[in-house]
């Protein structure tokens, strides 16, 4: 296990730290200038808990300036190509490739996650979704349609549909992964032709800066994507109001989505959302043991527990209970947790101190309403918001653990027996509905699991297959519309019909 040393070990390269050094800036048509807004950032390594950075939130008028810019681009871009835009996309793309590992260090300094797992993210994952969405900006098509209207007949007319652009987006993202979380709005908006004004998270900003400057070394045309920084409910809140943004797209925590839902009603404004999430993984006493135990202890502790996909519900098997829980503690043993800049850490520190203190909030809960711990392991010496794993058995339907997101490295164990309806009525007995897993090796069974788990998302022995073109996005709670995959362009697109009347050409 890592010690208070090895902060020091693995600190910043000089590269990173004449970044650090330099003023940071908000993006505003094709220039970077410094924020006006009162409020100063103090970004924070949550390894060593010391700023290492500070940027200086946009004002209103910075806002009122962005949109400016967008509205202006927007003009030109939506008529530009989609086999220009995918050109711009496709350097775009290859950028990210080259500066990954700058990239992923200066992510782990703001957010803290494992180096191996940005740098892998980045150079694999984000490239791959920009050149996905670049391949879709040539395919944009309507469709003809054999339609009847006013008494004439389907060969009178000329019915056909067009796709077009919504128009100037407003993208707030969050911070448990940056880089892949500012990709997810920039690379679908700007297909479809529309203009972008990205809000970056207040306590990773940094990493959008980096992103900013290769989209404008690509060739990216001015007011295409902005960037401005600052507090979500002060120019996060600006953003959503205003009057000249045509969509707002937001990932985050469903109280905050709700906010942003009566927010928008009062000018209609498209909004799609990914929210929270409460995903069960679902043992069967015939699964691979071998495979779904590791699986189960990284589905929940992956990013330490800071994703919305994080498997937190595990449903197991009364038959197989014993040797789950024995496999599960194993693994989390083996899973080092330490700082981000060592190559050799599977579990990072959480982002901040008051995320910290929610997630223990979570672990105090679990033990007052009687669950059962059955594996806490250790964190190093010294600084830095650690959390370890932590392995709850015992839980039932009705506790906190098994009802809130804590997004935290906290499982909770729940058993069931041989009544499939009564798992499902547990597994669905949630607010949520974004992702979920099953593992058994009988196709039937995992079929109509899969079909009866109210989720955006289902695995069959596997959880969180996320891929550039497979859908994604959550029921109920947990959000509106899809990212990835065709469905994912759609909500940056309006639908408009053209009739022509033959007969009076």
Not at 33 to 55: D, F, Y
Not at 272 to 283: A, H, M, Q, Y
Not at 463 to 486: C, I, K
Request: hydrophobic residues 45%; negative net charge; aromatic residues 6%.
């Amino acid at each position: 296990m890592a010690d208070a040393s090895d902060a020091a070990i693995y600190g910043p390269s000089q590269e990173a730290l004449a970044f650090l050094a330099q003023t940071h800036g908000q993006l505003i048509g094709e220039a970077f200038v410094e924020g006006r807004g009162e409020t100063l950032i103090e970004v924070e390594n949550p390894a060593t808990e010391q700023p290492i950075a500070k940027v200086r939130a946009s004002s209103t008028e910075d806002l009122d300036l962005a949109v400016a810019a967008a509205r202006k681009a927007f003009k030109s871009w939506s008529r530009t190509s989609g086999a220009d835009r995918a050109r711009i996309m496709l350097r775009f793309a290859d950028l990210l490739e080259r500066d990954a590992d700058k990239l992923a260090e200066v992510e782990v300094l703001e957010n803290g996650m494992p180096i191996a797992l940005s740098g892998a993210t980045i150079k694999g994952f984000c490239a791959d979704y920009v050149r996905y969405y670049a391949g879709l900006a040539t395919k944009l098509e309507g469709s003809t349609i054999p339609a009847r209207a006013n008494g004439r007949e389907a060969l009178d007319l000329l019915v056909y549909t067009v796709r077009e652009p919504v128009g100037v987006v407003g993208a707030i993202v969050p911070w448990n992964v940056p880089v892949s979380m500012i990709i997810l709005k920039l690379a679908p908006a700007l297909a479809s032709g529309c203009t972008l004004i990205l809000k970056s998270a207040e306590l990773t900003p940094l990493t959008s800066i980096l992103v900013a400057r290769l989209w404008l070394e690509a060739g990216g045309p001015p007011g295409v994507f902005n960037l401005i920084h600052g507090l979500g409910h002060e120019i996060g809140a600006a953003l959503v109001s205003h009057p000249g943004v045509d969509k707002i797209t937001f990932t985050g925590s469903t109280a905050v989505g709700k906010e942003i839902v009566r927010a928008v009603s009062h000018d209609l404004k498209r909004v799609s959302l990914e929210l929270g999430g409460k995903s069960p993984f679902v043992i069967f006493p015939d699964a691979d043991l071998a495979d779904a135990i590791p699986s189960a202890a990284l589905a929940c502790f992956f990013l330490s527990g800071q994703n919305c996909m994080a498997g937190t519900r595990l449903f197991v098997h009364e038959k197989v209970l014993e040797p789950v829980l024995e496999g599960l503690a194993q693994t989390a043993a083996y899973l080092k947790v330490g700082p981000g800049l060592d190559p050799t850490t599977m579990i990072g520190p959480l982002v901040s101190a008051r995320q910290k203190g929610r997630v223990l909030e979570h672990v105090e809960a679990a033990a007052a309403q009687g669950a059962r711990l059955t594996y806490a392991g250790g964190v190093p010496d010294g600084p830095g918001h650690y959390v370890a794993p932590t392995i709850y058995a015992d839980v039932n339907p009705d506790m906190r653990l098994a009802r809130e997101e804590v997004f935290g490295p906290v499982l909770g164990v729940q058993a069931f027996g041989d009544d499939d309806e009564a798992l499902l009525s547990a597994i669905n007995a949630t607010t949520y509905g974004l992702s979920g897993s099953v593992w058994t090796k009988d196709l039937t069974r995992a079929h109509r699991m899969a079909r009866a788990i109210d989720s955006g998302q289902v695995g069959v022995n596997i959880h969180a297959a996320l891929s550039p073109e497979t859908p994604f996005g959550g029921n109920r709670q947990s959000g509106w519309g899809r990212e990835f995959g065709r469905e994912g362009i759609d909500s940056y697109l309006k639908t408009k019909a053209v009739s022509v009347n033959l007969g009076l050409l």
